[in-house]
């Protein structure tokens, strides 16, 4: 059913990332920070959507792990590529809105370390999953639930220590004119995610497919 909506998801996800744009240039400024505040508008639904994606990939993983169905670990896969490079946009944007706002690049705060060490990881799974050898299938499958459950560690880590970055309660705070394209904002990465993960899937059994053939052919040139 996921394969079948691609086209649907394909025309939204453009749809959605055209109008955004827009939306945010029309969204008023925030008092202090001015127009680089505009940053947030990418940044937190991205690492919203990472969230997301390390509990697919987590639980995914916890399927493979404990009923050995490769449905999920080809799911976890997908969703372990997707967690780093939405990772990758969260640490990138990051800075660039802490140098306008904080005056430094980057500070070794509960929030950013532990975003970090989150991305570190999932990156640490596929590494693992690529070059671990036999048995890499499952130990990366460990890997991701760990990192599944630092995710709300890493939400509260805000709430929890005294850091430069914003509390959870700035979204809901958000004023009239910026609530709604944050929202927007979040759909769109929504879409790009659920487009990109049904894509990677559909290629990861297209490669299993192929697999099978080889082994098919091996199986018959040996006999």
């Not at 944050?182 to 990109?196: E, Q």
Request: aromatic share 14%; hydrophobic share 55%.
């Amino acid at each position: 059913m996921l394969q079948r909506s691609v086209p649907l998801l394909l025309v939204t996800t453009i749809a959605a990332f055209s109008v955004a744009p827009f939306l945010i240039h029309n969204a008023p400024y925030e008092s202090t920070m001015g127009l680089v505040q505009k940053i947030f508008y990418f940044h937190a639904p991205a690492g919203i959507v990472m969230f997301l994606s390390a509990f697919v990939c987590g639980i995914s993983s916890a399927i493979f792990l404990f009923r050995g169905r490769q449905g999920a670990d080809r799911v976890a896969v997908a969703a372990a590529e997707l967690t780093v490079l939405l990772g990758t946009i969260v640490l990138a944007t990051g800075p660039l809105w802490a140098r306008k706002a904080w005056g430094v690049w980057w500070q070794w705060d509960a929030r950013l370390t532990s975003s970090l060490l989150l991305w570190m990881m999932f990156t640490a799974c596929l590494l693992v999953r690529r070059y671990g050898g036999p048995g890499s299938d499952k130990l990366a499958a460990a890997v991701a639930i760990f990192g599944m459950f630092n995710v709300p560690f890493v939400y509260v880590s805000v709430n929890v220590w005294r850091t430069l970055h914003p509390k959870t309660t700035v979204v809901p705070m958000l004023g009239p004119g910026m609530r709604e394209p944050f929202w927007f904002c979040i759909l769109a990465f929504l879409s790009l995610y659920v487009l990109l993960l049904a894509l990677r899937v559909r290629l990861a059994e297209q490669q299993a497919t192929l697999d099978a053939r080889y082994l098919e052919l091996d199986d018959r040139a040996s006999a």
